[in-house]
């Protein structure tokens, strides 16, 4: 069966460092989103991204996160000077082109330490 | 501003009861809701989507309810096995844009023997 995959499983970074996540969505799937989770907490959305233009972002997601479909199989994210408080789980998730379906198929997530 | 509520306290369950989680939310009016399964370090896995126009979905020992009027959803586990034991989340969607999914704070389900 199809999955999103995630790499690294794990990222250390120093604060103020950059870090790229990266992420293979489901093939043949248009739609394609950033999702973070603080330890403890609930899932929240930082960005959507389809045709190659971002179509949704939260307020999370100021001017030092960026996202990219590089070629016609990677997603990624990048933080440009990490903070101490973007420490969390970082899930990609990718949900076919048709309208008629919105299930969302999550990786396995990316765990970020900022030290 | 939106608000999406589930159990804050963990459910615990015998095996082979049915196990129903809540999801109630307020100043939101979803197209769709969904229900997802997470394991510790690891994420969401989907079951079930529910939209706006139905009452109620079923797949195998899973059903999910979905009172649009009491803006609330009801997920039901039968037969419950010590394997269902996870956190279960519900997230809202509409939509246009990028159809981003507004998630709960999360059930944590624990099914003893």
């Known amino acids: 069966e199809p999955e999103v995959t995630q790499t690294p499983s794990h990222q250390v970074t120093q604060m103020g460092q950059e870090v790229i996540l990266r992420c293979v969505p489901i093939s043949n799937h248009l739609y394609f989103y950033w999702y973070r989770q603080i330890l403890g907490q609930k899932v929240e959305f930082l960005v959507s991204?389809?045709?190659?233009?971002?179509?949704?972002k939260s307020e999370i997601f100021d001017d030092q996160f960026s996202v990219e479909r590089p070629d016609g199989s990677n997603f990624t994210l990048k933080i440009r000077s990490t903070k101490l408080e973007d420490s969390a789980m970082y899930f990609c998730a990718s949900r076919p082109g048709s309208v008629a379906y919105n299930e969302q198929f999550f990786g396995p997530g990316t765990r970020l330490t900022v030290l | 501003s939106q608000k999406i509520e589930q159990n804050s306290e963990a459910l615990n369950i015998q095996e082979g009861k049915t196990a129903t989680l809540t999801c109630n939310y307020t100043n939101y009016s979803p197209a769709y809701l969904q229900w997802y399964r997470q394991d510790p370090g690891r994420g969401p896995v989907f079951l079930l989507l529910i939209r706006e126009n139905e009452k109620e979905k079923r797949k195998e020992r899973l059903k999910v309810t979905f009172d649009t009027t009491l803006k609330q959803s009801l997920f039901h586990i039968t037969a419950s096995q010590p394997a269902d034991s996870a956190t279960y989340l519900c997230?809202?969607?509409?939509?246009?844009?990028?159809?981003?999914?507004?998630f709960g704070t999360g059930t944590q389900l624990k099914v003893e023997l």
């Open positions: 991204f389809y045709n190659n233009e971002i179509s949704e």
């Open positions: 997230a809202l969607g509409r939509t246009g844009g990028g159809n981003k999914l507004t």
